[in-house]
């Protein structure tokens, strides 16, 4: 800092102590270190309006509405409700920046992400926000159009902020997963790009988000916390190699495996035999990925994989907690026709509930609001007991339609065996 | 800016992650074999044409300056071929084709400081939000509530010595952008919002305010002479729904503004389904600049988990086999009238058999 004193911060130094690395120390550098003034005041002003909270406990930005040229979001937009006090940061906008799918970078280019933002922001990231956008917060109304205009011009687009279709996220996947029994990369990118113009010009009810985990681990945490949730499986045998099954069992002993594998099975599905091998009813597994995490170079999923799409997760907001549910319980990933159909699928689902959903309402809750068949015959697809935990409980239900659905389940099963000959 | 030197947008979307992966990532996609765990914060992972790939996986303070961001690329070009990784809980893992780099790349990593751990059956790192920092509506802050956590739970990040991962999260407010955890600390407001009836008219679009209200507690009114909005205090259930769409309803509030301790949240699919996080405690004082009350809570509740639960249990499927009684007798956690849901469809939370643990 030249000129300006530095705003005292009390409370914020305690958060230097301890052996935690410490985001106070480096708000510091950068109002301390750093060779560019603008900065250096950014910080010092971002540290008093946030001692400032910490002392009255609340916050103090407000939100407003801001862009860049020809899109309508993807923006935060911050404006301090103390900016007479905290003058350098009184505009400290946010910039989502969408990731790769998997979150992977050289360092040449954070190298360069992080000389752009030097130039026209604050010099503080996220790597990432909880909607998987790289964060730039701090920019002034000016700076946006620069720093966007730079990183634009070398592979980067802004994310979805508003409602709209956000940023996408994906699992680290088949980059370093032996658990992946699909491509995300691919997924992510099919469905993420198929959406731009849904991601920069926000109108639609609400937000809607794509995530994809590669297995049923779903370390993407994609049935809770995305509209259209993409999670790998497979439908053949899971692969068993007994020897290093029995590799396994003299490593640990039996009864281990019996406490922590066999019996933790949620469908029984699993048989620890008298020579050591493992027996699997794999008509029942449910594939929870239990047994192939523990016995992780045992166990591996089959060969025919593809995808379950689950429709409608979310959180509290408004009408509390919704999990995604089924709505494809398997699909094929491997043709460009595969992936057409599944883009197909998501642009079926945005436009019913475009149309058809509230304003501020998630697509789960649409759903929630609708029933799930009249959602699936807005769609076009047909029930499936998948879709399912539990059948109709009561009886007030009008059911003059039975005979009709019912010849339409067995012409529906003729056509799957014929085509399955 | 004059309109003419607008420039448009190259809408680029998503771009390709092959061009940032590793080498040996790129060659083996798809075709990995098994992992190992060597030790806490480092995988091994071994494809099938017998490639190996190394990670190690180390915590920062999430919010970056620039000065931090060029110190992990100094090491990544340095000790791990020049490839950044960032887990969904914002950690970094470096990743190296070679176990000989594996040594000298964690000892540069412990030099700048950062945390190596978090893998496994370790406490991870919080995910969390923006809080004070950045956010518009909330009721605490993030960044600060992390460290101040972190800083007591750090041997539990660096070593695995949980009988699962455990996954925390925080919120500040009750919209929970922070996600489901095995333990999430989120604001729970416990007072109704004080609405400035001068602001609300010119502010607010008040139709969509009172759409926006979970329990139909909000009305148009004229307070003053002027259009504002007034809240039946009955029926309010203190969400803060409403501050969002209309800032003069603030619900923030430097006393009433508590946090609420939430368990047994899990996403993955393994053993059983996923699961959403329920209530244990409420009512824990918003106390900057270290939260230790919560962090006290949540450390009971680990020390717990981590006696009693067996090998690879989570938290939910922890307390799914020992029963609720026995988890609030366990943590000495107060069970209040409180617990007891009345959400709709919560007839189901409610234990209708003989099932009981005496």
Same mark, same amino acid.
């Given at each position: %800092?030249?000129?300006?004193?530095?705003?005292?911060?009390?409370?914020?130094?305690?958060?230097?102590?301890?052996?935690?690395?410490?985001?106070?120390?480096?708000?510091?550098?950068? =109002?301390?270190?750093?060779?560019?003034?603008?900065?250096? +005041?950014?910080?010092?002003?971002?540290?008093?309006?946030?001692?400032?909270?910490?002392?009255?406990?609340?916050?103090?930005?407000?939100?407003?509405?801001?862009?860049?040229?020809?899109?309508?979001?993807?923006?935060?937009?911050?404006?301090?409700?103390?900016?007479?006090?905290?003058?350098?940061?009184?505009?400290?906008?946010? %910039? =989502?920046?969408?990731?790769?799918?998997?979150?992977?970078?050289?360092?040449?280019?954070?190298?360069?992400? +992080?000389?752009?933002?030097?130039?026209?922001?604050?010099?503080?990231?996220?790597?990432?926000?909880?909607?998987?956008?790289?964060?730039?917060?701090?920019?002034?109304?000016?700076?946006?159009?620069?720093?966007?205009?730079?990183?634009?011009?070398?592979?980067?687009?802004?994310?979805?902020?508003?409602?709209?279709?956000?940023?996408?996220?994906?699992?680290?996947?088949?980059?370093?997963?032996?658990?992946?029994?699909?491509?995300?990369?691919?997924?992510?990118?099919?469905?993420?790009?198929?959406?731009?113009?849904?991601?920069?010009?926000?109108?639609?009810?609400?937000?809607?988000?794509?995530?994809?985990?590669?297995?049923?681990?779903?370390?993407?945490?994609?049935?809770?916390?995305?509209?259209?949730?993409?999670?790998?499986?497979?439908?053949?045998?899971?692969?068993?190699?007994?020897?290093?099954?029995?590799?396994?069992?003299?490593?640990?002993?039996?009864?281990?495996?019996?406490?922590?594998?066999?019996? =933790?099975?949620?469908?029984?599905?699993?048989?620890?035999?008298?020579?050591?091998?493992?027996?699997?009813?794999? @008509?029942?597994?449910?594939?929870?990925?239990?047994?192939?995490?523990?016995?992780? @170079?045992?166990?591996?999923?089959?060969?025919?994989?593809?995808?379950?799409?689950?429709?409608?997760?979310?959180?509290?907001?408004?009408?509390?907690?919704? %999990?995604?549910?089924?709505?494809?319980?398997?699909? @094929?990933?491997?043709?460009?026709?595969?992936?057409?159909?599944?883009?197909?699928?998501?642009?079926?689902?945005?436009?019913?509930?475009?149309?058809?959903?509230?304003?501020?309402?998630?697509?789960?809750?649409?759903?929630?609001?609708?029933?799930?068949?009249?959602?699936?015959?807005?769609?076009?697809?047909?029930?499936?007991?998948?879709?399912?935990?539990?059948?109709?409980?009561?009886?007030?239900?009008? %059911?003059?339609?039975?005979?009709?659905?019912?010849?339409?389940?067995?012409?529906? @099963?003729?056509?799957?065996?014929?085509?399955?000959? | 800016?004059?309109?003419?030197?607008?420039?448009?947008?190259?809408? $680029?979307? !998503?771009?390709?992650?092959?061009?940032?992966?590793?080498?040996?990532?790129?060659?083996?996609?798809?075709? /990995?074999?098994?992992?190992?765990?060597?030790?806490?914060?480092?995988?091994?992972?071994?494809?099938?044409?017998?490639?190996?790939?190394?990670?190690?996986?180390?915590?920062?303070?999430?919010?970056?300056?620039?000065?931090?961001?060029?110190?992990? #690329?100094?090491?990544?070009?340095?000790?791990?071929?020049?490839?950044?990784?960032?887990?969904?809980?914002?950690?970094?893992?470096?990743?190296?084709?070679?176990?000989?780099?594996?040594?000298?790349?964690?000892?540069?990593?412990?030099?700048?400081?950062?945390?190596?751990?978090?893998?496994?059956?370790?406490?991870?790192?919080?995910?969390?939000?923006?809080?004070?920092?950045?956010?518009?509506?909330?009721?605490?802050?993030? $960044?600060?509530?992390?460290?101040?956590?972190?800083?007591?739970?750090?041997?539990?990040?660096?070593? !695995?010595?949980?009988?699962?991962?455990?996954?925390?999260?925080?919120?500040? #407010?009750?919209?929970? #952008?922070?996600?489901?955890?095995?333990?999430?600390?989120?604001?729970?407001?416990?007072?109704?919002?004080?609405?400035? *009836?001068?602001?609300?008219?010119? &502010?607010?679009?008040?139709? $969509?305010?009172?759409?926006? #209200?979970?329990?139909?507690?909000?009305?148009?009114?004229?307070?003053?002479?002027?259009?504002?909005?007034?809240?039946?205090?009955?029926?309010?259930?203190?969400?803060?729904?409403?501050?969002?769409?209309?800032?003069?309803?603030?619900?923030?509030?430097?006393? *009433?503004?508590?946090?609420?301790?939430?368990?047994?949240?899990? *996403?993955?699919?393994?053993?059983?389904?996923?699961?959403?996080?329920?209530?244990?405690?409420?009512? &824990?004082?918003?106390?900057?600049?270290?939260?230790?009350?919560?962090?006290?809570?949540?450390?009971?509740?680990?020390?717990?988990?981590?006696?009693?639960?067996?090998? /690879?249990?989570?938290?939910?499927?922890?307390?799914?086999?020992?029963?609720?009684?026995?988890?609030?007798?366990?943590?000495?956690?107060?069970?209040?009238?409180?617990?007891?849901?009345?959400?709709?469809?919560?007839?189901?939370?409610?234990?209708?058999?003989?099932?009981?643990?005496?």
């Amino acid at each position: %800092m030249a000129d300006n004193k530095n705003f005292d911060t009390p409370m914020l130094d305690e958060l230097e102590k301890g052996p935690w690395p410490s985001f106070i120390s480096g708000f510091k550098r950068l =109002r301390d270190d750093h060779e560019d003034k603008t900065i250096n +005041g950014m910080a010092n002003s971002l540290l008093g309006q946030l001692e400032h909270s910490y002392e009255t406990r609340k916050g103090y930005w407000k939100g407003g509405t801001i862009s860049v040229f020809g899109y309508g979001g993807g923006i935060i937009p911050r404006f301090s409700e103390v900016g007479d006090q905290f003058v350098e940061s009184k505009e400290f906008h946010t %910039m =989502r920046v969408q990731p790769p799918a998997g979150n992977y970078y050289t360092t040449d280019m954070l190298r360069q992400l +992080g000389d752009s933002w030097e130039k026209y922001g604050s010099g503080l990231v996220t790597f990432h926000g909880q909607t998987g956008n790289i964060m730039f917060i701090g920019t002034t109304n000016e700076n946006i159009q620069h720093f966007f205009d730079d990183i634009n011009d070398y592979g980067w687009d802004l994310g979805g902020a508003g409602p709209c279709v956000r940023t996408g996220m994906s699992c680290v996947g088949a980059a370093r997963c032996e658990q992946s029994c699909c491509n995300e990369q691919a997924i992510h990118r099919h469905l993420m790009n198929n959406f731009t113009d849904d991601v920069h010009r926000p109108a639609l009810p609400y937000k809607f988000k794509f995530k994809v985990s590669g297995c049923p681990n779903d370390c993407q945490n994609a049935i809770e916390r995305s509209d259209f949730a993409v999670i790998g499986t497979w439908r053949d045998d899971m692969k068993v190699d007994q020897e290093e099954v029995k590799a396994y069992v003299a490593a640990k002993g039996r009864q281990h495996v019996i406490d922590n594998v066999t019996s =933790r099975c949620p469908t029984n599905a699993l048989t620890l035999n008298d020579d050591d091998t493992l027996a699997v009813d794999n @008509k029942n597994c449910v594939r929870c990925m239990h047994c192939l995490n523990v016995m992780n @170079k045992a166990l591996s999923p089959g060969d025919d994989r593809g995808v379950t799409i689950l429709i409608g997760g979310k959180r509290t907001l408004k009408i509390g907690d919704l %999990m995604g549910t089924v709505l494809v319980p398997f699909k @094929k990933l491997e043709t460009m026709d595969d992936y057409e159909e599944i883009i197909e699928l998501a642009e079926e689902i945005i436009d019913f509930w475009a149309e058809n959903g509230l304003e501020h309402e998630r697509c789960g809750e649409m759903i929630e609001r609708i029933g799930l068949v009249n959602f699936l015959e807005g769609i076009g697809i047909d029930v499936d007991p998948n879709m399912i935990a539990l059948p109709r409980q009561s009886s007030y239900v009008r %059911m003059d339609g039975w005979n009709d659905e019912a010849i339409k389940w067995f012409e529906r @099963k003729a056509e799957e065996a014929a085509a399955n000959a | 800016m004059a309109l003419e030197d607008m420039r448009s947008p190259i809408e $680029s979307g !998503c771009p390709d992650g092959f061009q940032y992966m590793h080498p040996v990532m790129r060659k083996n996609y798809g075709m /990995w074999k098994y992992h190992t765990h060597p030790r806490p914060g480092v995988l091994l992972h071994v494809a099938k044409s017998g490639d190996e790939i190394w990670t190690i996986k180390c915590a920062t303070q999430r919010i970056l300056d620039v000065f931090t961001l060029r110190t992990l #690329c100094d090491i990544g070009d340095k000790y791990a071929d020049g490839f950044i990784h960032f887990t969904i809980r914002s950690n970094v893992e470096y990743v190296v084709d070679d176990e000989a780099k594996v040594q000298p790349l964690i000892d540069a990593i412990e030099e700048a400081g950062f945390i190596i751990g978090g893998t496994a059956n370790s406490v991870a790192t919080l995910s969390h939000t923006q809080g004070w920092l950045h956010c518009d509506i909330p009721g605490t802050d993030a $960044s600060g509530v992390v460290k101040s956590m972190m800083d007591e739970l750090i041997d539990e990040f660096k070593n !695995c010595n949980m009988p699962n991962r455990v996954h925390m999260t925080t919120s500040c #407010c009750q919209i929970n #952008c922070g996600g489901q955890g095995d333990i999430a600390i989120n604001v729970q407001h416990t007072k109704p919002p004080r609405i400035d *009836h001068t602001q609300v008219g010119n &502010v607010c679009e008040r139709p $969509s305010v009172v759409a926006r #209200c979970p329990v139909a507690a909000i009305r148009p009114a004229m307070v003053d002479g002027k259009p504002s909005l007034e809240v039946d205090e009955k029926k309010c259930i203190c969400c803060g729904a409403c501050f969002p769409p209309c800032p003069p309803m603030q619900i923030n509030d430097a006393e *009433h503004s508590k946090l609420a301790i939430w368990v047994g949240g899990n *996403h993955s699919n393994a053993r059983s389904k996923p699961t959403f996080q329920r209530l244990v405690a409420a009512g &824990v004082p918003n106390n900057p600049p270290r939260w230790p009350e919560a962090t006290a809570i949540v450390k009971k509740i680990l020390n717990t988990y981590k006696e009693d639960a067996k090998d /690879w249990e989570r938290i939910n499927d922890w307390i799914e086999r020992i029963g609720w009684p026995q988890f609030f007798e366990k943590t000495g956690l107060p069970f209040t009238k409180y617990h007891i849901d009345n959400w709709r469809g919560s007839r189901h939370s409610l234990n209708a058999s003989t099932h009981i643990r005496f």
